[in-house]
T-cell receptor, first 113, second 111 residues
Framework: DAGVIQSPRHEVTEMGQEVTLRCKPI?????LFWYRQTMMRGLELLIY????????DSGMPEDRFSAKMPNASFSTLKIQPSEPRDSAVYFC???????????FGQGTRLTVV | KQEVTQIPAALSVPEGENLVLNCSFT??????LQWFRQDPGKGLTSLLL?????REQTSGRLNASLDKSSGRSTLYIAASQPGDSATYLC??????????FGAGTTVTVRA
């Protein structure tokens, strides 16, 4: 398996634009996590899914953020409209039911100017 | 709500010294605890996974212990090398599927 795959690796966008981050979890994993990492706040859990259903989205900072998991092999995190304070590295991770080892993607470095 | 704390926040040691990194968590209802390594500007790499029924796990120079009842885990790195310099994070998987992280310990091994 190629591991957790995130795209794009880097994204530079202007304030007010819509940004969509993508994640493909490891095949067979049914738990998927979206994290945001900044120097100031460290690693923050935004939302996580189990069997494609959002379990807890209390970490999503504002209504500008939304996440979907239409099937077991794909998830998106969307920011609309984006703001400079959204600049961070966004990580996706997957595991099996939170019981097995969790693996992370390489992250998407988002810069909003 | 699960709270994960890592002490110390930073650690600097000379090459060859053993490293001891601590992690504590508030809710003992966990599935497992996992240790990760993160190099600057990179993603998270899994080092060790300890299931809630286990007391310790070993991989090469790394050894991690788990005391679930007291909410503690310790990562030992024997005979440290400059290549061990990185940030080490612990994460706890709780019964609600949530994976909660500590803030990490940044390690510098001086040659």
């Amino acid at each position: 398996d190629a591991g957790v795959i995130q795209s794009p690796r880097h994204e530079v966008t202007e304030m007010g634009q819509e940004v969509t981050l993508r994640c493909k979890p490891i095949s067979g994993h049914n738990s998927l996590f979206w994290y945001r990492q900044t120097m100031m706040r460290g690693l923050e859990l935004l939302i996580y899914f189990n069997n494609n259903v959002p379990i807890d989205d209390s970490g999503m900072p504002e209504d500008r953020f939304s996440a979907k998991m239409p099937n077991a092999s794909f998830s998106t995190l969307k920011i609309q409209p984006s703001e400079p304070r959204d600049s961070a590295v966004y990580f996706c991770a997957s595991s099996f039911a939170g019981v097995t080892e969790a693996f992370f993607g390489q992250g998407t470095r988002l810069t909003v100017v | 709500k699960q709270e994960v704390t890592q002490i110390p926040a930073a650690l600097s040691v000379p090459e060859g010294e053993n490293l001891v990194l601590n992690c504590s968590f508030t809710d003992s209802a966990i599935y497992n605890l996992q240790w990760f390594r993160q190099d600057p500007g990179k993603g998270l790499t899994s080092l060790l996974l300890i299931q809630s029924s286990q007391r310790e796990q070993t991989s090469g120079r790394l050894n991690a212990s788990l005391d679930k009842s007291s909410g503690r885990s310790t990562l030992y790195i024997a005979a440290s090398q400059p290549g061990d310099s990185a940030t080490y994070l612990c994460a706890v998987s709780s019964n609600d599927y949530k994976l909660s992280f500590g803030a990490g310990t940044t390690v510098t091994v001086r040659a």
